[in-house]
Nanobody, 116 residues
């Protein structure tokens, strides 16, 4: 069973940047679409960004133009570069397949806090 481990979260001021990483314990090459999700306090988990094995990307409207997703199949890693962060980006961020099918269990996530 492939495990997903997210890292890179932290506390930043509005307008700041963070780079999240998702390391898979096994190969994710066969998973065509990987992505990032987030869950804000008191809200349901929502999809944020996706990247295909070929590098095509797609983003939720709320992050389009500010976030960039990428992946390295050889390193079994997915990244999320987050720029121009806003307080409403505060959430626990998770990576997983898109759409979520249960192929991979949810990791513990990484907390992003945007506050002045």
């Amino acid at each position: 069973q492939v495990q997903l481990v997210e890292s890179g979260g932290g506390s930043v001021q509005p307008g700041g940047s963070l780079r999240l990483s998702c390391a898979a314990s096994g190969s994710i090459f066969s998973t065509n679409v990987m992505g990032w999700y987030r869950q804000a306090p008191g809200k349901e988990r929502e999809w944020v960004a996706a990247v295909t094995s070929g590098g095509s990307t797609n983003y939720a409207n709320s992050v389009k133009g500010r976030f960039t997703i990428s992946r390295d199949n050889a390193k079994n890693t997915v990244w999320l570069q987050m720029n121009s962060l806003k307080p409403e980006d505060t959430a626990v961020y998770y990576c997983n397949a898109v759409p979520y099918t249960g192929k991979y269990n949810w990791g513990k996530g990484t907390l992003v806090t945007v506050s002045s």
